[in-house]
């Protein structure tokens, strides 16, 4: 079952703007991580957060947590055409071993 | 080091039919889950194999079964195959178990049940 819900469900900006996600959770959690999928293909491990982290960065990546809120958000700074993609969360509940994923954010970046 | 691979990467199978799909995870990673994702229900947990042993399970019928080899490289099955069936069958591999840690996603085999 589904786990993480995010928002917006489609986004569409042109090269060079920043793009953000959310991702709302309903349980507590140990980890949250976020994921690339290109069409059709495996998805790509981008970043994970533990539940005592606010914040991450990893390149042009930010990832924030609220653990508070459960909510998470990933801002990709300067965007390129190459970011286009569906990015998922995944959320790993306290007690439980298996991810749960959202349905994902439908990312189209413009040249 | 080789990625996760999968085969076959496409399949075309009949109502009834059963099917098996593979899974050879990065060398040195133990554990290996299996996830379904379709347009409608998007990425879902299949099961978790780690040393041989299956450590968790999703919500799926009991037509859906895999198992795991002494090299870690994994199978799964289908049984008696329905239309919704369909889907993007995705295999990641992870050096432990217990979903703490990133997994890495293989390709993917892309079921077709007709």
């Known amino acids: ?111 | 080091k080789a990625g996760v691979t999968q085969t076959p990467r496409y399949l075309i199978k009949t109502r009834g039919q059963q099917v098996t799909l593979s899974c050879s995870p990065i060398s040195g990673h133990r554990s290996v889950s299996w996830y379904q994702q379709t347009p409608g229900q998007g990425l879902q947990f299949l099961f978790e194999y780690f040393s041989e042993t299956q450590r968790n399970k999703g919500n799926f019928p009991g037509r859906f079964s895999g198992r795991q080899f002494s090299n870690s490289r994994s199978e799964m099955n289908v049984s008696t195959l329905e239309l919704g069936d369909s889907a993007l069958y995705l295999c990641a591999s992870s050096p432990v178990t217990g979903g703490g840690y990133e997994q890495y996603f293989g390709p993917g085999t892309r079921l077709t049940v007709t």
């Open chain 1, 1 to 111: 079952s589904q786990q993480g819900e995010e928002d917006p469900q489609a986004l569409s900006i042109q090269e060079g703007e920043n793009a953000t996600m959310n991702c709302s959770y309903k349980t507590s959690i140990n980890n949250l991580q976020w994921y690339r999928q290109n069409s059709g293909r495996g998805l790509v491990h981008l970043i994970l957060i533990r539940s005592n982290e606010r914040e991450k960065h990893s390149g042009r990546l930010r990832v924030t947590l609220d653990t508070s809120k459960k909510s998470s958000s990933l801002l990709i700074t300067a965007s390129r055409a190459a970011d286009t993609a569906s990015y998922f969360c995944a959320t790993l509940p306290t007690g439980n071993n298996d991810m749960r994923f959202g349905a994902g954010t439908r990312l189209t970046v413009k040249p």
